[in-house]
């Protein structure tokens, strides 16, 4: 694989609509990842809340992308603050959402569902939706307008493919088929990651109001030869389907997954270089499998064998992945690309485990 610097804030979106292999269908694993941080969610939106006790508060969640997490998240932040007015004995603000994705997201979707979300609110709730279509690496939203931001399952992805310092290149094309983290993850990525990151944080910072709040997920990566990445995965059935001739090596070269799971330890530095801008209230990493059952769970239970385990994986990374492959290789390669995707989970199951980072932050006044 080798990169050329390319945008991709006009191309990148999960798999829309609602069917067998869309986002809204296969996005289970967030979920379980939103409900077992939830506790943090709300430690974070309670000191927002208790603090500032808006009339109005307004929250953004951005890369909501569409499906049922997406008016989950909106569900959640309104039970959290109701809970907390009924403790307090204040009147129950009016809530406006501010849902932010990437201009190809199936926005659509997410407003055919509403009516019936509305109606699942408590009478009194004055609930206000809106869609904030842009890029999260810059400026959404007036200074001074938001109480808090959610982004859960977004931040790893960069904002354009990074060009490749020259040794990169070569290290890479003479480790193909390697799937671990060095190949995968070159310093170029970590050096857009990082700018990246300090764009988000910059932006946020100036649209928080003062002691506004920030509830952040995201995929990390462990620093070890043992870890094995997504985007590695699809590399190696990849770089099988080139050696039976099914895809023209030249084709493999110029594919690029314009992602970065950075280390804890990566992360942490960042927020120590924006230091001044807010403080860390969280900053943690949960490991969790590839389904997304946490490993004390030993593998979800609700799955009858590994065929079925890895069946559900593959549909949740399909969802995510697929358009970025099909736009580069076309609709045909799919079925066959997945499948032997599938089958790779199966052979590296154990392995397949993902730190995911969470981070809480509240802007310095
Ligand atoms: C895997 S989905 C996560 C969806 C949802 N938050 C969840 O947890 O289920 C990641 C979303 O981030 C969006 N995204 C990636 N980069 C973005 C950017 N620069 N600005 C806005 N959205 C972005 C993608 O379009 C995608 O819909």
Redesign the pocket.
Known sequence: MTAMAMPI?QV???SGGVGETS?ANN?ST??KV?MRVKPILEEGVNKMYCTNLPTVMKVA?????C?P??LLLVWNIIDIVHETSLRLKVETPTFQFFL???FG?DFNSIFKSLPEFYHTLKQDTMCLINATP????GTLFPSNSIHFFH????LH?L?QVPNLLGEEAKIRDDDKGNVHATSMFPPSYAKQFKQDFKQFLRSRYMELVPEGGMHLTFLGRYDTSEYISMPGLILMALNDMVSENLIEEEKLEHFVVPIYFATLDEVTEILKEEGSFFSVERLESVKLSWDGSSLDEEGDKSFKDESERAEFITRSKRS?FEPICKAHFGEGIMDELFLRFKNKVIQFLPKLVDPVLVISLTKIA
């Open positions: 804030v990148l979106h999960m986002y996005s967030p979920k939103m969640d951005l890369g909501c992308s499906g997490n997406t932010n994705d990437l997201n842009g890029n999260f690496y982004s859960s399952f977004s992805w904002s995510v």
